[in-house]
């Protein structure tokens, strides 16, 4: 049973670019949440996806967009790169259910030069 | 909003001690709570989690925390560290609904052996 795979594992950008991270979710899952992981600082909620829609979202601007596929696959986009936006991203899976744990893939780990 | 305080920092244990890490969120309505715990090099991985019931909570690797409403706190406990525990431990809380987890900043402990 795969857990949660995320790709790639290690980007490098320029500011200014835009990135897509990939998020597969555990067998069974139906909700993706993505965090941003800043070092030396836990995991910070981006937002949330359920039936391909976003469902919450926390204190990230605009240029911080994603999208969910029938697969219940996510697709998490940053538009013009800041240095700032030089992270971890975490993406985590669950069901849309009550009293649920979340299981969190490895990251990918996002550098902006 | 719900946010998570994570009293200490960095802790260094030698192998056999007693270990507790405080955690102490704020949020005035049901919530779940969690521990998490990273490796070096691997994924977030959950220790514990508390839904409902009993407030003593026993996870895998012989940790254990205890949920006391009144204090707003869900400290983590293990009676004998191991080298082996060398790794970052989260706090988390989320609503019921499945909603967002809110994290601590994380607590790096370093088992001496």
């Known amino acids: 049973d795969a857990g949660v795979t995320q790709s790639p594992t290690h980007l490098i950008k320029t500011r200014g670019q835009q990135v897509t991270l990939r998020c597969s979710p555990k067998?069974?899952?139906?909700?993706v949440s993505w965090y941003q992981q800043a070092l030396g600082q836990g995991p910070q909620f981006i937002f949330q996806?359920?039936?391909?829609?976003?469902?919450q979202r926390g204190n990230f601007p605009d240029r911080f967009s994603g999208h969910q596929f029938p697969n219940y696959s996510s697709e998490l986009n940053v538009n013009a790169l800041l240095l700032g936006d030089s992270a971890l991203y975490l993406c985590?899976?669950?069901?849309?259910?009550?009293?649920?744990?979340?299981?969190f893939g490895q990251g990918t780990r996002l550098t902006v030069v | 909003a719900q946010s998570v305080s994570q009293h200490n920092h960095h802790v260094i244990l030698s192998e056999a001690a007693s270990l507790e890490l405080g955690c102490n969120y704020s949020?005035?309505?049901?919530?779940?709570l969690f521990w998490y715990v990273q490796y070096p090099g691997q994924h977030l991985q959950l220790l514990l989690k508390y839904f409902s019931g009993d407030p003593l909570v026993k996870g895998i690797k012989g940790f254990e925390a205890e949920f006391i409403k009144s204090k707003f706190s869900f400290n983590l406990r293990k009676p004998s560290v191991q080298w082996s525990d060398t790794a970052e431990y989260f706090c988390a809380v989320s609503e019921t609904n499945a909603g967002k987890s809110t994290f601590g900043d994380g607590t790096t402990l370093t088992v001496k052996p």
């Open positions: 067998s069974g899952h139906d909700t």
């Open positions: 996806y359920y039936e391909e829609e976003e469902r």
């Open positions: 949020y005035g309505g049901t919530v779940n």
């Open positions: 985590a899976s669950s069901l849309s259910r009550k009293n649920t744990e979340a299981f």
